[in-house]
């Protein structure tokens, strides 16, 4: 089946460094879709992507849309404590039943 | 706008009770809502998809008749976990989707922990 792999796993970074991430399919997707999951709690869109190609920004968060429809990646500048958390990617599948499927995830600490 | 709304945030409770959990949509219809599963260190597994006024389709794997999943109104949905088990303790997460062209907004979760 569809597998959505992040990499890396985790990252433990220095308050103000520079954050990259990624997310690779074995299949084609139309959408990408960047969450941040906080402990205990449901995850937030951070930044949607539709057009292959296409680079979105959402403040100090980056996001684009693979050329080859197969990768999204994500990259956080100048990163905060609060940056702390789950990252996942996400991207729809099973026609147009807007399932979604979700990434491994990357998990972000920042240390002040 | 868009919140989602889940209850309770925490549950804990005996092997072989059922425990219900609700999902509202606070200022928006939502035509559907999904529910998921995430087990500690892991993503999000999705369970079932619930159309209002119609029965849920379920995921390959998932037990209809343990999972049993309500759609009664445009904004809220039900999750009931049956003669819930340890091994169903996990982290339940809902989402409702108001158009199809629109992203889902998710709920905070429920905790559900099973003794």
């Known amino acids: 089946g569809q597998q959505l792999n992040q990499s890396p796993q985790s990252m433990f970074i220095q308050e103000g460094e520079d954050v990259s991430m990624n997310c690779t399919s074995s299949s084609i997707f139309n959408t990408w879709l960047w969450y941040k999951q906080d402990p205990g709690e449901g995850p937030v869109l951070l930044i949607a992507?539709?057009?292959?190609?296409e680079l979105t920004s959402n403040g100090r968060l980056t996001a684009q849309f693979g050329i080859t429809r197969k990768d999204s990646f994500l990259n956080i500048s100048a990163s905060i404590p609060s940056d702390v958390g789950i990252y996942f990617c996400a991207g729809p599948y099973g026609g147009a039943t807007n399932k979604l499927i979700f990434g491994t995830g990357t998990l972000l600490a920042v240390q002040p | 706008g868009a919140v989602v709304s889940q209850h309770p945030s925490w549950v804990i409770c005996k092997s072989g009770t059922s425990v219900k959990i609700e999902c509202r949509s606070l200022d928006f219809q939502a035509t559907t809502m999904f529910w998921y599963r995430q087990f500690p260190k892991q993503s999000l597994m999705l369970m079932a998809t619930?159309?209002?006024?119609?029965?849920?389709?379920?995921e390959q794997g998932v037990e209809k008749d343990k999972f049993l999943i309500n759609h009664a109104s445009l904004t809220l949905s039900t999750l009931t976990v049956t003669s819930a088990h340890p091994e169903d303790s996990s982290f339940y997460i809902c989402?409702?989707?108001?158009?199809?062209?629109?992203?889902?907004?998710f709920g905070d979760g429920t905790r559900l922990s099973i003794l």
């Open positions: 992507l539709y057009k292959a190609g």
């Open positions: 989402s409702a989707l108001s158009r199809s062209d629109q992203p889902q907004h």
């Open positions: 619930s159309n209002e006024g119609s029965k849920a389709t379920y």
